[in-house]
């Protein structure tokens, strides 16, 4: 399994794009979509923790230390899986020719 064949179903499922448009990116434009996508998505979860946040004001609920609620309280918690990231910088890496020094 290559790095592409990764790639391949976030562009095709999450940007939408064809498999001919996929195919003719460069890695540094489908990284910078990559990039938008996430923001998007972000914006999105924001908006949605805001609602919540409001909803709960508004009936009255509060918190244990009895303050009020706020978006980041219904936002997911972002953790980097540090295994995941090093298998995508290990595959990309391999994908641009570089060594693996820490073999040597």
Known sequence: MTIKDDLWPVAIYDLGLSSNEFGRLTFRQFDHLVKRFSISIDRQEFRV????????????????????????????????????????????????????????
């Open 49 to 104: 923790a805001k609602l919540c946040s409001s909803i709960y004001n508004a009936s009255g609920t509060k918190k244990l230390d009895k303050t009020e609620f706020s978006p980041e309280d219904f936002l997911p918690k972002k953790e980097i899986e540090q295994g995941n990231l090093l298998k995508k910088v290990e595959a990309l890496n391999r994908m641009f020719g570089g060594l693996d020094n820490r073999k040597n």
